[in-house]
Every structure is written in C-alpha cells, then in structure tokens.
C-alpha cells in the first residue's frame, strides 16, 4: 500500500541536540512538505520541496534544515537553534501539480526536556 | 488578517444534530478546497474536496461560495464519531507555496 512513512512516532531531546526526522513516501509524488503544529494550532509551514535537489523555506524555517537527495525521502532537521522546538510535526506530499489533496504521514512528536 | 480563518469553537453538539462550519479566505486567486478532520493527536486526514458546485458525501456537505470567499462543511446526524477538529484548506493553483491551513475548529458530539 502507498503512503507516508514519519519516524520516529516519538522523540525526546536534550536542549542543544539536533535531531532528525525521517520522511519517506511511495506515492511518487513531487512535492514534499514539513509542518509543525503546536497545541490548538493550525499547521505552519517549515520547508517544502517540488523536486529532487531543491526546496524552499516556509514561514518558520529558522532553526531547521531539510535535504531533498532522493524523490521518496525528505528528512527533517530540528537544529539546536530552534528555541522551541516541542511541538507535533507533519510530513506531507502530493503531485506535482500542486492542486491535488495532501496526503500525510502519521506524524512525529518531538518533546525537548 | 489570517489568510483562512475558522470559528476555533468549541463546538458542542447533541448526537444527531446538525452542525455547520465555515471558513473564510482572503486570497481571491485561491483555486481548490478542502476540508480535512484531525482526531486528537492524529495527522489530517482528507474529509472531501469542495467542488464550486458544492458536494455531498453522506452526511456531509461541501459548499463553495466564491463572491464572499468561503467555504462551509454542513454535517447532518451528526455521531459520536465525528467528534474531532476539522480543517479548511485553500490552494492557489501552480504554486506548491499557496496552500494555507485554517487553524481548526474543534467539534464534540455528545451522547
């Protein structure tokens, strides 16, 4: 079955560690996203990614970081400069031709202690 | 002014009462629609896509109306399952950016 593959479902961090969220997708989709929701929130846009080897910034980009090497992967990183970094974060994808419906993994929820 | 704006609520309803939801959006370019549920601490999931002509799935009805820029989700019968947060989203076509998410509006169906 095709979808969206977020690991790990859970995580907790020391301040001042980075850590990495894995995204993988088999839907061949193009367009790749990272949101993050926090508490009673909508979801914000961190960065996104059309193809492979690019991406761009959304609106809260400061403290995170993203590579795009492979069409399926677009791995998350929480970087110690992010000052809060607790919160739910989504990874999404859809065709190319950015009118379709997201799709979404499951989620990973990063609690820093 | 938030680009798409939802009534957070709650909203609290007896089961098997009808309930509305609306959603406003600021960016006439916007193109596609949809609404999307998240259950408690659950990633969104798709309820239906917003058709100008307006849908119905059941239960649930989709309208579109592009002169005052909204969008409304009407749910009929309404069940104890459909107690969750439900979503708006608008996309403006050709651009992987414009896709802005509601902030949700929190919907519990009692007993």
């Known amino acids: 079955d095709g979808g969206i593959t977020q690991s790990p479902k859970y995580l907790f961090r020391k301040e001042g560690q980075n850590v990495t969220l894995s995204c993988e997708q088999n839907?061949?989709?193009?367009?790749m996203y990272w949101y993050r929701q926090d508490p009673g929130q909508g979801l914000r846009l961190i960065y996104y990614?059309?193809?492979?080897?690019?991406?761009q910034k959304g609106d809260i980009a400061e403290g995170y970081s993203v590579s795009r090497e492979k069409k399926e992967s677009f791995p998350l990183t929480v970087t110690s400069a992010q000052k809060n970094p607790t919160a739910f974060y989504l990874c999404?994808?859809?065709?190319?031709?950015?009118?379709?419906?997201?799709?979404f993994g499951e989620g990973s929820r990063l609690t820093v202690l | 002014r938030k680009e798409v704006e939802q009534d957070p609520g709650p909203f609290n309803v007896p089961e098997g009462a009808t309930v509305a939801f609306n959603c406003t959006y600021s960016?006439?370019?916007?193109?596609?629609f949809f609404w999307y549920r998240q259950d408690c601490r659950k990633e969104p999931k798709l309820l239906m896509s917003?058709?100008?002509s307006g849908n119905e799935d059941g239960r649930f009805t989709a309208q579109l109306n592009r002169a005052s820029q909204y969008i409304s989700l009407l749910i009929r019968d309404s069940k104890l399952s459909d107690s969750a947060t439900y979503l708006c989203?608008?996309?403006?076509?050709?651009?992987?950016?414009?896709?802005?998410f509601g902030s949700g509006t929190q919907l519990t169906v009692l007993p």
């Open positions: 839907l061949n989709h193009d367009a």
């Open positions: 989203v608008a996309t403006t076509s050709g651009s992987a950016r414009q896709l802005t």
């Open positions: 917003v058709y100008s």
């Open positions: 999404a994808s859809r065709l190319a031709d950015n009118t379709g419906e997201l799709f």
């Open positions: 960016n006439s370019a916007s193109q596609s």
């Open positions: 990614s059309q193809i492979v080897n690019d991406f």
